[in-house]
């Protein structure tokens, strides 16, 4: 049984073929990841699906009666109602009948007696209106905005209010709360935060429909997707497994395909030379025969990688030599904001930060939406004054900065112009050789800025910072706009790079492959981390399974339940023997105390973890302060700070270390054998 199809579906737009002889069966609980480079159809094959487009050929539907919602990537949304209205819009029928519900009760309770057809009435709407969820229907609109980012009060605010990522998250609510047969998610986890991203996930999961999503996420592809659906020359490959074995199975393909493409030309190459031998001499019958057999013979492919083509990006970021001062930036109590003026208020967003910026450190910068992550990286590099505090940034520190809004581009400008505004002394010549690293090729030196695509623009803001060397990069989402070739480019180059990093990001797979430190912010505060995200995930999870565990052990008992059944009947010799552990209530209390007293165990190993690491760095610092300094005195106070600060986290850590493992030793003394 399936609920939608592709069936040798055709379809192209002028110049440009998108899906050619493509076939592709979804089923009911479906869980697919449409993937392919920019530019390959992804968004289009959605678009057919959902019915805004019709293919050129072949068929492309919806079956049976299945119900079909689709976020698309670009919203047009009314400007009129409330953000309630708006989710409340897919159930205006169940509106109207909680409306002349509403209405018969007032009629029933005036009437004196009740009139039989309005009961008959009542009870018939109030039978459909609980069959087809109304009673539900506001819970879910709740669960799924604050899911989404938003709060209760925001219910009422008027959309037109809202700002563009804000749109975007309510029209994905919106198409969520329909909970259709069929979910069509062009990349739902754009204008999502972290915390976000990580509930859509779990919705997804327990989704029980269907859904084919676009994404470029791969951590939230690894997470929800059971399939991956490729989109490779106009067909649609289907990978029954998951991403990561996807990947490799993709290599693995593409070796078969290149494989038997050489085993073929050289059986081609073998008997064309046989027929060029023979057509005139003895074997004429033989040589014209294989000549038939060659004019029959469906020839292959040479196979083309288009993921390696569009990875094809000449990233490559150099420092020139000079790595900068060990201590690149420093910033005690800092205050971040923005300054008022007479038009508009001042805003406090972060107090009492403090940042120190190592010579190689790759630091990632994380938190909610809205919580300042941009605000603070300017403000470090000297984009924004700071509110209070100062900034102290090392000598020979040079900076290359990426604004995830691309303000360093000129809309105006063509692109051989915009990197002429870097290097005047380039030659138009040597612009055109230098923008094809980047994927520009033929006329595209000539476009203006106005009419690149995101990923384009994200492309040549990462040229012109490559222009001069940069000890120091600053990249406020540097993968937004970019597919997922491009992402790994980036990455690769990210890897090699010897200089400093500062980053920003939402993408959980690029935090966890290059960052090495977190700053994480909550609420007005800024604190350190060790570690990638996954790291600093795994912790905070241990962190809040102990704080649980530790509520429910405070809580009172719960009083017994009554028995059940015949209070006179007598328990069986055998039930009389059993010990309270055997019932189903001492079983259930012992599961519990042994999933906590494993949940403490991972707590102390990475407890344990952490105080190695932060006992290596505070071993490789007391070391460099014992060496000679030759009257440095800036790198002695830089030094001793660096040793005090890392001093009090260990102590902090192996705090909490001494008290987990305590709790841990207490617990597997009452645990159960």
């Known amino acids: 049984?399936?609920?939608?199809?592709?069936?040798?579906?055709?379809?192209?737009?002028p110049g440009n073929e998108i899906l050619v002889g493509?076939?592709?069966?979804?089923?009911?609980?479906?869980?697919?990841?449409?993937?392919?480079?920019?530019?390959?159809?992804?968004?289009?094959?959605l678009r057919l699906l959902a019915g805004d487009l019709q293919p050129d050929s072949g068929d492309v539907?919806?079956?049976?009666?299945?119900?079909?919602?689709?976020?698309?990537?670009?919203?047009?949304?009314?400007?009129?109602?409330?953000?309630?209205?708006?989710?409340?819009?897919?159930?205006?029928?169940l509106e109207r009948l909680a409306g002349e519900l509403g209405a018969l009760e007032g009629r029933l309770a005036a009437g004196d007696p009740a009139d039989p057809s309005d009961l008959a009435r009542y009870g018939e709407?109030?039978?459909?209106?609980?069959?087809?969820?109304?009673?539900?229907?506001?819970?879910?609109?709740?669960?799924?905005?604050?899911?989404?980012?938003?709060?209760?009060?925001?219910?009422?605010?008027?959309?037109?209010?809202?700002?563009?990522?804000?749109?975007?998250?309510?029209?994905?609510?919106?198409?969520?709360?329909?909970?259709?047969?069929?979910?069509?998610?062009?990349?739902?986890?754009?204008?999502?935060?972290?915390?976000?991203?990580?509930?859509?996930?779990?919705?997804?999961?327990?989704?029980?429909?269907?859904?084919?999503?676009?994404s470029h996420d791969r951590a939230f592809i690894r997470a929800v997707c059971r399939e991956i659906v490729e989109m490779e020359n106009g067909k649609l490959v289907r990978y029954p497994f998951g991403y990561d074995k996807y990947v490799v199975e993709r290599d693995a393909r593409l070796e078969r395909a290149r494989t038997e493409f050489g085993r073929q030309k050289e059986q081609v190459d073998k008997t064309e030379d046989f027929i060029r031998r023979n057509l005139a001499g003895q074997k004429t019958k033989q040589a014209q025969s294989r000549r038939k057999m060659l004019d029959k013979l469906e020839r292959l492919e040479r196979p083309d990688d288009q993921w390696q083509h569009a990875g094809k990006i000449g990233l490559?970021?150099?420092?020139?030599?000079?790595?900068?001062?060990?201590?690149?930036?420093?910033?005690?109590?800092?205050?971040?904001?923005?300054?008022?003026?007479?038009?508009?208020?001042?805003?406090?967003?972060?107090?009492?930060?403090?940042?120190?910026?190592?010579?190689?450190?790759?630091?990632?910068?994380?938190?909610?939406?809205?919580?300042?992550?941009?605000?603070?990286?300017?403000?470090l590099i000297g984009e924004l004054p700071p509110l209070g505090g100062r900034i102290e940034i090392g000598s020979g520190v040079r900076i290359g900065y990426f604004d995830q809004k691309l303000g360093t581009l000129d809309e105006e400008l063509t692109l051989?112009?915009?990197?002429?505004?870097?290097?005047?002394?380039?030659?138009?010549?040597?612009?055109?050789?230098?923008?094809?690293?980047?994927?520009?090729?033929?006329?595209?030196?000539?476009?203006?800025?106005?009419?690149?695509?995101?990923?384009?623009?994200?492309?040549?803001?990462?040229?012109?910072?490559?222009?001069?060397?940069?000890?120091?990069?600053?990249?406020?989402?540097?993968?937004?706009?970019?597919?997922?070739?491009?992402?790994?480019?980036?990455?690769?180059?990210?890897?090699?790079?010897?200089?400093?990093?500062?980053?920003?990001?939402?993408?959980?797979?690029f935090l966890d492959r290059i960052c090495t430190r977190l700053l994480v912010i909550?609420?007005?505060?800024?604190?350190?981390?060790?570690?990638?995200?996954?790291?600093?995930?795994?912790?905070?999870?241990?962190?809040?399974t102990e704080q649980a565990a530790e509520v429910n052990a405070k809580s009172p008992p719960k009083s017994p339940a009554k028995p059940v059944g015949n209070p006179t009947s007598k328990a069986t010799p055998a039930a009389a023997a059993r010990p309270p552990s055997e019932s189903n209530a001492g079983r259930a209390a012992d599961k519990e105390k042994e999933r906590a007293r494993r949940q403490l165990a991972r707590r102390v190993e990475t407890l344990e973890a952490d105080v190695s690491k932060i006992e290596a760095e505070l071993a490789a610092v007391r070391a460099d302060l014992a060496g000679d300094h030759a009257g440095d005195w800036q790198k002695l106070h830089t030094l001793a700070d660096r040793e005090r600060e890392l001093d009090g986290l260990l102590a902090r850590r192996i705090s909490d270390w001494e008290a987990a493992g305590a709790a841990l030793l207490n617990r597997s003394a009452t645990s159960p054998d």
Not at 2 to 11: E, K, R, V
Not at 317 to 346: C, H, I, M, N, W
Request: proline fraction near 4%; hydrophobic fraction near 40%.
């Open 61 to 93: 539907r919806i079956l049976g009666r299945a119900s079909v919602s689709y976020l698309r990537q670009s919203q047009e949304l009314s400007g009129d109602g409330t953000l309630r209205g708006a989710l409340m819009q897919p159930f205006a029928d």
């Open 416 to 509: 051989l112009d915009e990197i002429r505004s870097v290097r005047a002394d380039l030659s138009p010549d040597a612009v055109r050789q230098y923008l094809a690293k980047f994927r520009f090729f033929g006329d595209d030196p000539f476009r203006t800025v106005r009419g690149l695509s995101g990923g384009e623009r994200s492309r040549l803001a990462m040229a012109k910072i490559m222009l001069f060397p940069r000890n120091v990069l600053v990249l406020d989402e540097p993968t937004n706009h970019l597919d997922i070739p491009a992402r790994e480019t980036l990455e690769d180059a990210l890897e090699q790079y010897e200089g400093t990093l500062l980053v920003v990001s939402h993408d959980r797979y």
């Open 22 to 45: 493509a076939s592709l069966l979804i089923r009911p609980g479906d869980r697919l990841a449409l993937v392919g480079p920019n530019g390959t159809g992804k968004s289009t094959a």
């Open 125 to 214: 709407l109030q039978e459909r209106y609980q069959r087809d969820g109304g009673y539900d229907v506001e819970a879910r609109v709740k669960r799924l905005t604050a899911d989404v980012g938003f709060t209760e009060s925001d219910l009422s605010r008027p959309v037109d209010t809202l700002s563009g990522g804000e749109r975007g998250r309510l029209e994905l609510a919106k198409v969520l709360v329909r909970q259709p047969d069929l979910l069509l998610l062009d990349e739902p986890t754009n204008h999502l935060d972290l915390a976000a991203i990580e509930r859509l996930e779990a919705f997804l999961a327990e989704y029980t429909g269907a859904f084919v999503l676009v």
């Open 522 to 544: 909550e609420g007005t505060h800024v604190e350190a981390h060790l570690g990638n995200y996954s790291d600093w995930r795994r912790r905070r999870a241990a962190m809040e």
């Open 1 to 13: 049984m399936s609920i939608a199809q592709f069936a040798d579906a055709g379809f192209a737009y």
């Open 316 to 379: 490559s970021f150099q420092t020139g030599g000079d790595l900068g001062s060990k201590e690149t930036l420093r910033a005690p109590g800092l205050t971040v904001g923005y300054a008022g003026t007479d038009d508009a208020p001042g805003a406090t967003i972060l107090r009492d930060v403090t940042v120190n910026v190592y010579r190689g450190d790759k630091l990632g910068i994380i938190g909610p939406n809205g919580s300042g992550k941009s605000t603070l990286l300017k403000t």
